[in-house]
Nanobody, 126 residues
Framework: QVDVVESGGGSVEAGGSLRLSCEAS????????IGWFRQIPGNKREGVAT???????QYAASVKGRFTLARDYAKKTVYLQMNSLKPEDTATYYC????????????????????WGKGTLVTISS
């Protein structure tokens, strides 16, 4: 079991920044992949970014150059720094953890993610 808890959502104006946090804690497991996904009601969930156990990161084209992942191993926390935010970034952001190795992490796919947080809402006003 991996407990995943997101925090840091909120409302900012376009052009602003937010930092989301994802604590993925387990007494037993060290996740292979931590990912961020987002979803607007009525839309499909979209992969945003992932970080592998070896710290290799992947970003969706829509956020590349604006969002950055970082990790604090001691706190078992992955951060998603979001800069130059746009109204189209408005969504509920979910963090997820996957234990198995596989290409799902490199393709920012949710298929390999096994443990999910409850999400944190990000609202960007124009």
């Amino acid at each position: 079991q991996v407990d995943v808890v997101e925090s840091g959502g909120g409302s900012v104006e376009a052009g602003g920044s937010l930092r989301l946090s994802c604590e993925a804690s387990s007494d037993t497991y060290d996740p292979y992949c931590i990912g961020w996904f987002r979803q607007i009601p009525g839309n499909k969930r979209e992969g945003v970014a992932t970080i592998r156990r070896d710290d290799l990161t992947q970003y969706a084209a829509s956020v590349k150059g604006r969002f950055t992942l970082a990790r604090d191993y001691a706190k078992k926390t992955v951060y998603l720094q979001m800069n130059s935010l746009k109204p189209e970034d408005t969504a509920t952001y979910y963090c997820a953890a996957g234990l198995s190795t596989g290409t799902y992490c490199d393709t920012i796919s949710s298929t390999g993610m096994q443990f999910w947080g409850k999400g944190t809402l990000v609202t960007i006003s124009s």
